[in-house]
């Protein structure tokens, strides 16, 4: 495909420069404020507006899943919201796919919301007057594809997301998991190169939102887009996330990979959450790996898979002082895990 | 401390005074009284004097000759007032040769199919029973006439309604004018509206389509402005990430969701527009409300309830149909209905084409003169029983004199006119504040100087004794409902009863037994507020949370204590807006039983639409009645305010 080869022109599909927004009047003012490091209650009761995402930069590579992780009311919403245009941002510069959105009309930017990037919300934002198929197919709708091949098409991921047979069912006759699979379904079918969730497992039961966290790492690995994933949930941030940023009173307060940010917290906000973590559940052997590149390897070496959670590998490391070697799904060795480098990681004073 | 004390942020000093200090309020009504003594003594003034009369009347009975002289000859009419009225009749003349043309059978199939498909079978049966019955008290002619003017006034409402009520939700600009607007022409009784338009259209089907579309049009308006703003915020921003523009938005997830709301705002539309049709009589629009207001002319009740009946039908057939559109869901029945409405439409046809459009005679049947003996066996038995002092008679005798006429005469003149204006403006500085105060003021005092003052205070007192009597049976029997859900139960289908019927065929069965005068109009206008009262008691008081319930329960409170101290207080506002209803809706009907001898505004503005020199005084009493409607609307709606506990903060 086409899409495949833009990819590969471009440094990042998400790239977020210096985005402020603050709700209210005065907004400058309060910015200045912020900038002299006033917090955001201490400017509402001064200007009466809130400072919702101060300062925020990142940028997301193809194929990267970006976490943004904070607290009820760290501004995550109002983040995703400014850079999937939903709401203009008081200043800086969100670029999606190569366009500067703050720059774009109307006209190009419902042209890129079209072909390029999708939603998934958290409260699922479905559309309750329309089945469950005409709901995937909405994207489509939109862009004027005729009834059949939407319908078609539409029916095609319900299956991915093992909705067969539900199409004809308004969402509302749906449990909470399946309606979310049918939001993931319809964001999916208009073949978006990034997609942003707002919490889209909150609201879900414990059980269910770890199969939907599952679904969606499989889902990843086979389609590799471009992920702009927001969570208040420290766990479900280590267990999907390739970079995770750290919100904090609408600042980004740090970034970094899950094993960056184990070992290394940038501050006692972060150490706060790093703290209770079940870590060696969470992580996966490959984002503790070392990459071999071009390292000689022992094929005697105990072997485990990408995906295996960090407490699968331990028993392999206590056993002897060899270390394991990771191996893709063509069981071609890919990194090692060293037992002195995993003890970093999972120990509870890192 | 504005916690504290209950005065919510923003209220003004002066109101902050009122409320928080009854000790000043008794002064200040102190005074007034004491200064009201000293006017009384020193000067005589009773009735608003005659002299200060701004004489309105001359002006608009010059108007109207004006514009009968010139009705073929100004460019107003010929340009453009003519032209419109010939197409609007034009309109309402082909739906009615169409409706005409069809075969008669196809009315009550069609019916019986519609309710089948929204309601279930026995509605449809029903329904099919229904139509059948008006034709077969032979008032097919007129009825179609009804719903011809009928259909035409709800389309051309939903035409302007819908699209104006997307403006309104589009754009505030637009909803600041529709707003108060609306609410306006919500308090006026549908009876005013014919005025200005005879004055200006003279008599006819075309002023009675336009006054019933502007009477009719609130509702749809807005609705479908309330249910396009209550969608989901989520869905909208699904939509827009999708790059749907604003038009696919509006017509793909907006609009869809409105629907109900939508479709509710269609229902009260057509409702309004059923009992505004039949009012329109007073000014020739012909049809069902004509054969009553006729017979109800010539007292006979008899030809009056046939043509009261077949209203009546009419009127629940459209409600029903028109609250089960939205959800509608025939189940398995519905090849059944598919079936055989292609077959009725074909026989439809065919039967047109056959020229079977006359309702047999055969099957006509008349209960005209039963009812008509039934009347005089009434008078003869029951206004006077046995010439025993006890009856009907006797009682609107002893209602009349011991109680309307003194009121009526402590309101006119007892109470001097500037003591009753002062009273007004008091209430309403209390109940909200100096606007308030002004306006009600400038209302009465503008009554006065119209020449309205007595007329005024007869309606006055007509309502309220009227809603005297309302609440004194309704608040009663709506607390009993809200602590009984089998009484509720019982009572919901008749309460939709009462308030599906138009309120000017509520008046034939009480004539029946009352006679003309005064008192059958009170008692209508109780009848038709009744439901009215009950209904927003037993809500308000069901709106009193659980908790609440149990809460003083627990403290051990009896049944009495709960009601008295907790459940009453708590249903305050909500009584307060029962209140307000049934002000509103006893006004309306105490003015339309100014044709059954009720006096008051009401039998002036009756005749001012009969004759064309009273058209004058007609109008003063219209606006007269505007008025009083608008002061006892927003008295009571402040008051209803007041009694709110303060918003949380
Ligand atoms: N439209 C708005 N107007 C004013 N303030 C707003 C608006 N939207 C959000 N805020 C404020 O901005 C701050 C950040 O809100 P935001 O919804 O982005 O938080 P969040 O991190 O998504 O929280 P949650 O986990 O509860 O969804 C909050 O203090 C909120 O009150
Ligand atoms: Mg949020």
Same mark, same amino acid.
């Given at each position: 495909?086409?899409?495949?080869?833009?990819?590969?022109?471009?440094?990042?599909?998400?790239?977020?420069?210096?985005?402020?927004?603050?709700?209210?009047?005065?907004?400058? $003012?309060?910015?200045?404020?912020?900038?002299?490091?006033?917090?955001? $209650?201490?400017?509402?009761?001064?200007?009466?507006?809130?400072?919702?995402?101060?300062?925020?930069?990142?940028?997301?590579?193809?194929?990267?899943?970006?976490?943004?992780?904070?607290?009820?009311?760290?501004?995550?919403?109002?983040?995703?919201?400014?850079?999937?245009?939903?709401?203009?941002?008081?200043?800086?510069?969100?670029?999606?796919?190569?366009?500067?959105?703050?720059?774009?009309?109307?006209?190009?930017?419902?042209?890129?919301?079209?072909?390029?990037?999708?939603?998934?919300?958290?409260?699922?934002?479905?559309?309750?007057?329309?089945?469950?198929?005409?709901?995937?197919?909405?994207?489509?709708?939109?862009?004027?594809?005729?009834?059949?091949?939407?319908? $078609?098409?539409?029916?095609?991921?319900?299956?991915?997301?093992?909705?067969?047979?539900?199409?004809?069912?308004?969402?509302?006759?749906?449990?909470?998991?399946?309606?979310?699979?049918?939001?993931?379904?319809?964001?999916?079918?208009?073949?978006?190169?990034?997609?942003?969730?707002?919490?889209?497992?909150?609201?879900?039961?414990?059980?269910?939102?770890?199969?939907?966290?599952?679904?969606?790492?499989?889902?990843?690995?086979?389609?590799?887009?471009?992920?702009?994933?927001?969570?208040?949930?420290?766990?479900?941030?280590?267990?999907?996330?390739?970079?995770?940023?750290?919100?904090?009173?609408?600042?980004?307060?740090?970034?970094?990979?899950?094993?960056?940010?184990?070992?290394?917290?940038?501050?006692?906000?972060?150490?706060?959450?790093?703290?209770?973590?079940?870590?060696?559940?969470?992580?996966?052997?490959?984002?503790?790996?070392?990459?071999?590149?071009?390292?000689?390897?022992?094929?005697?070496?105990?072997?485990?898979?990408?995906?295996?959670?960090?407490?699968?590998?331990?028993?392999?490391?206590?056993?002897?002082?060899?270390?394991?070697?990771?191996?893709?799904?063509?069981?071609?060795?890919?990194?090692?895990?060293?037992?002195?480098?995993?003890?970093?990681?999972?120990?509870?004073?890192? | 401390?504005? /916690?504290?004390?209950?005065?919510?942020?923003?209220?003004?000093?002066?109101?902050?005074?009122?409320?928080?200090?009854?000790?000043?309020?008794?002064?200040?009504?102190?005074?007034?009284?004491?200064?009201?003594?000293?006017?009384?003594?020193?000067?005589?003034?009773?009735?608003?004097?005659?002299?200060?009369?701004?004489?309105?009347?001359?002006?608009?009975?010059?108007?109207?000759?004006?514009?009968?002289?010139?009705?073929?000859?100004?460019?107003?009419?010929?340009?453009?007032?003519?032209?419109?009225?010939?197409?609007?009749?034009?309109?309402?003349?082909?739906?009615?040769?169409?409706?005409?043309?069809? !075969?008669?059978?196809?009315?009550?199939?069609?019916?019986?199919?519609?309710?089948?498909?929204?309601?279930?079978?026995?509605?449809?049966?029903?329904?099919?029973?229904?139509?059948?019955?008006?034709?077969?008290?032979?008032?097919?002619?007129?009825?179609?006439?009804?719903?011809?003017?009928?259909?035409?006034?709800?389309?051309?409402?939903?035409?302007?309604? +819908?699209?104006?009520?997307?403006?309104?939700?589009?754009?505030?600009?637009?909803?600041?004018?529709?707003?108060?607007?609306?609410?306006?022409?919500?308090?006026?009784?549908?009876?005013?509206?014919?005025?200005?338009?005879?004055?200006?259209?003279?008599?006819?089907?075309?002023?009675?389509?336009?006054?019933?579309? +502007?009477?009719?049009?609130?509702?749809?308006?807005?609705?479908?402005?309330?249910?396009?703003?209550?969608? !989901?915020?989520?869905?909208?921003?699904?939509?827009?990430?999708?790059?749907?523009?604003?038009?696919?938005?509006?017509?793909?997830?907006?609009?869809?969701?409105?629907?109900?709301?939508?479709?509710?705002?269609?229902?009260?539309?057509?409702?309004?527009?059923?009992?505004?049709?039949?009012?329109?009589?007073?000014?020739?629009?012909?049809?069902?409300?004509?054969?009553?207001?006729?017979?109800?002319?010539?007292?006979?009740?008899?030809?009056?309830?046939?043509?009261?009946?077949?209203?009546?039908?009419?009127?629940?057939?459209?409600?029903?149909?028109?609250?089960?559109?939205?959800?509608?869901?025939?189940?398995?029945?519905?090849?059944?209905?598919?079936?055989?409405?292609?077959?009725?439409?074909?026989?439809?046809?065919?039967?047109?084409?056959?020229?079977?459009?006359?309702?047999?005679?055969?099957?006509?049947?008349?209960?005209?003169?039963?009812?008509?003996?039934?009347?005089?066996?009434?008078?003869?038995?029951?206004?006077?029983?046995?010439?025993?002092?006890?009856?009907?008679?006797?009682?609107?005798?002893?209602?009349?004199?011991?109680?309307?006429? !003194?009121?009526?005469?402590?309101?006119?003149?007892?109470?001097?006119?500037?003591?009753?204006?002062?009273?007004?403006?008091?209430?309403?500085?209390?109940?909200?504040?100096?606007?308030?105060?002004?306006?009600?003021? /400038?209302?009465?005092?503008?009554?006065?100087?119209?020449?309205?003052?007595?007329?005024?205070?007869?309606?006055?007192?007509?309502?309220?004794?009227?809603?005297?009597?309302?609440?004194?049976?309704?608040?009663?029997?709506?607390?009993?409902?809200?602590?009984?859900?089998?009484?509720?139960?019982?009572?919901?289908?008749?309460?939709?009863?009462?308030?599906?019927?138009?309120?000017?065929?509520?008046?034939?069965?009480?004539?029946?037994?009352?006679?003309?005068?005064?008192?059958?109009?009170?008692?209508?206008?109780?009848?038709?507020?009744?439901?009215?009262?009950?209904?927003?008691?037993?809500?308000?008081?069901?709106?009193?949370?659980?908790?609440?319930?149990?809460?003083?329960?627990?403290?051990?409170?009896?049944?009495?204590?709960?009601?008295?101290?907790?459940?009453?207080?708590?249903?305050?506002?909500?009584?307060?807006?029962?209140?307000?209803?049934?002000?509103?809706?006893?006004?309306?009907?105490?003015?339309?039983?100014?044709?059954?001898?009720?006096?008051?505004?009401?039998?002036?503005?009756?005749?001012?639409?009969?004759?064309?020199?009273?058209?004058?005084?007609?109008?003063?009493?219209?606006?007269?009645?505007?008025?009083?409607?608008? +002061?006892?609307?927003?008295?009571?709606?402040?008051?209803?305010?007041?009694?709110?506990? !303060?918003?949380?903060?």
């Amino acid at each position: 495909m086409d899409t495949a080869m833009e990819a590969g022109s471009e440094a990042s599909r998400v790239r977020v420069e210096g985005v402020w927004k603050v709700f209210g009047r005065r907004a400058a $003012e309060a910015r200045d404020m912020a900038e002299a490091g006033a917090g955001r $209650e201490e400017i509402r009761e001064a200007v009466g507006s809130v400072v919702a995402v101060r300062d925020v930069t990142f940028q997301v590579s193809p194929g990267e899943t970006f976490v943004v992780m904070g607290l009820s009311g760290s501004g995550k919403s109002t983040l995703v919201r400014c850079v999937s245009h939903l709401i203009e941002p008081t200043e800086g510069t969100v670029e999606v796919c190569g366009t500067e959105l703050t720059q774009a009309d109307s006209a190009t930017l419902r042209d890129l919301r079209r072909r390029k990037m999708a939603m998934v919300f958290q409260h699922f934002g479905l559309f309750p007057h329309r089945t469950v198929v005409d709901n995937v197919a909405y994207g489509l709708e939109v862009q004027g594809i005729d009834r059949r091949e939407r319908q $078609e098409r539409a029916r095609e991921l319900l299956e991915t997301v093992g909705l067969e047979g539900w199409g004809d069912h308004h969402p509302q006759q749906l449990s909470g998991g399946m309606q979310q699979r049918v939001g993931l379904a319809r964001a999916l079918a208009v073949d978006p190169e990034v997609l942003f969730f707002d919490e889209p497992f909150s609201a879900l039961d414990p059980l269910i939102r770890r199969d939907m966290q599952d679904e969606l790492i499989e889902l990843q690995m086979r389609l590799r887009r471009t992920l702009v994933f927001i969570t208040h949930d420290f766990v479900e941030a280590l267990k999907l996330a390739d970079r995770i940023a750290i919100m904090n009173d609408g600042a980004f307060v740090q970034v970094g990979t899950p094993v960056e940010i184990l070992t290394d917290p940038a501050d006692d906000y972060v150490r706060a959450f790093t703290q209770d973590a079940p870590v060696v559940k969470v992580l996966q052997a490959c984002s503790v790996m070392r990459p071999l590149e071009g390292t000689e390897v022992d094929h005697g070496w105990p072997k485990v898979s990408e995906t295996t959670p960090l407490e699968a590998v331990l028993p392999h490391l206590l056993g002897s002082t060899d270390p394991v070697l990771v191996c893709d799904e063509q069981e071609a060795p890919v990194g090692l895990l060293h037992g002195d480098e995993v003890a970093g990681v999972i120990s509870p004073d890192r | 401390m504005t /916690a504290v004390d209950g005065v919510r942020p923003g209220a003004g000093g002066l109101r902050a005074a009122w409320r928080g200090g009854p000790a000043r309020f008794a002064l200040v009504l102190g005074g007034m009284i004491l200064l009201v003594a000293a006017f009384r003594i020193l000067t005589d003034f009773g009735v608003f004097p005659e002299s200060w009369n701004i004489g309105l009347a001359d002006p608009i009975d010059r108007a109207r000759r004006w514009l009968i002289t010139n009705q073929n000859s100004h460019w107003l009419y010929t340009v453009f007032l003519n032209p419109l009225t010939d197409t609007m009749d034009w309109a309402i003349r082909r739906l009615e040769s169409l409706l005409k043309w069809l !075969p008669w059978y196809c009315y009550p199939l069609f019916t019986g199919l519609g309710l089948w498909w929204t309601r279930g079978r026995i509605a449809g049966a029903l329904g099919l029973a229904g139509v059948t019955l008006i034709g077969v008290l032979g008032l097919w002619n007129e009825a179609f006439a009804t719903l011809a003017l009928m259909g035409v006034a709800v389309l051309v409402s939903m035409a302007i309604g +819908i699209p104006l009520g997307i403006a309104a939700w589009h754009s505030d600009a637009v909803a600041r004018i529709t707003r108060p607007t609306l609410d306006t022409m919500q308090t006026m009784p549908g009876f005013v509206y014919l005025i200005p338009f005879v004055l200006l259209f003279g008599f006819g089907r075309v002023p009675a389509m336009i006054s019933t579309v +502007i009477f009719a049009l609130a509702p749809v308006v807005r609705l479908t402005e309330v249910g396009l703003r209550t969608v !989901p915020q989520s869905t909208v921003e699904a939509s827009e990430m999708f790059g749907a523009t604003e038009r696919q938005t509006l017509r793909l997830v907006r609009l869809p969701q409105a629907r109900p709301a939508i479709f509710a705002g269609m229902n009260q539309t057509t409702m309004l527009a059923m009992s505004m049709v039949v009012i329109a009589a007073f000014i020739g629009a012909g049809g069902l409300g004509q054969v009553v207001l006729q017979a109800m002319r010539s007292i006979n009740v008899g030809k009056a309830s046939e043509a009261g009946i077949a209203i009546v039908v009419m009127a629940i057939i459209l409600d029903r149909f028109s609250t089960g559109v939205a959800t509608a869901d025939p189940g398995d029945d519905l090849p059944a209905i598919r079936w055989l409405a292609v077959v009725t439409a074909v026989g439809a046809v065919a039967g047109g084409l056959a020229g079977l459009n006359e309702f047999p005679k055969a099957l006509g049947w008349r209960f005209a003169p039963y009812v008509n003996s039934l009347t005089d066996w009434a008078r003869d038995n029951l206004y006077d029983i046995g010439g025993s002092g006890i009856g009907t008679g006797p009682f609107s005798d002893f209602v009349t004199t011991q109680l309307v006429i !003194p009121l009526r005469e402590l309101l006119s003149s007892g109470i001097p006119w500037p003591a009753m204006i002062g009273i007004g403006v008091v209430l309403g500085l209390w109940a909200r504040g100096p606007r308030l105060a002004v306006g009600i003021g /400038a209302a009465l005092a503008a009554i006065g100087l119209l020449g309205m003052w007595e007329l005024s205070m007869d309606t006055l007192a007509q309502v309220l004794l009227a809603v005297a009597a309302t609440l004194a049976v309704g608040v009663p029997v709506g607390i009993m409902s809200s602590h009984n859900d089998l009484l509720r139960t019982a009572l919901r289908p008749v309460l939709d009863f009462f308030q599906t019927i138009p309120s000017f065929v509520l008046l034939v069965p009480v004539i029946t037994l009352f006679h003309v005068g005064r008192i059958p109009g009170i008692i209508a206008s109780v009848v038709y507020a009744l439901p009215a009262a009950v209904h927003y008691t037993d809500l308000g008081l069901r709106r009193v949370p659980t908790e609440t319930h149990e809460a003083a329960e627990s403290f051990g409170a009896t049944r009495a204590q709960r009601l008295r101290q907790v459940e009453m207080p708590l249903a305050a506002p909500e009584l307060m807006v029962a209140v307000n209803q049934v002000i509103m809706l006893i006004l309306a009907m105490v003015v339309i039983a100014g044709l059954v001898g009720g006096g008051g505004l009401g039998l002036e503005a009756v005749r001012g639409l009969r004759r064309s020199d009273a058209v004058g005084r007609g109008f003063e009493a219209g606006i007269a009645i505007v008025l009083l409607a608008a +002061i006892l609307d927003r008295l009571t709606r402040a008051v209803a305010d007041r009694l709110r506990p !303060p918003a949380a903060v």
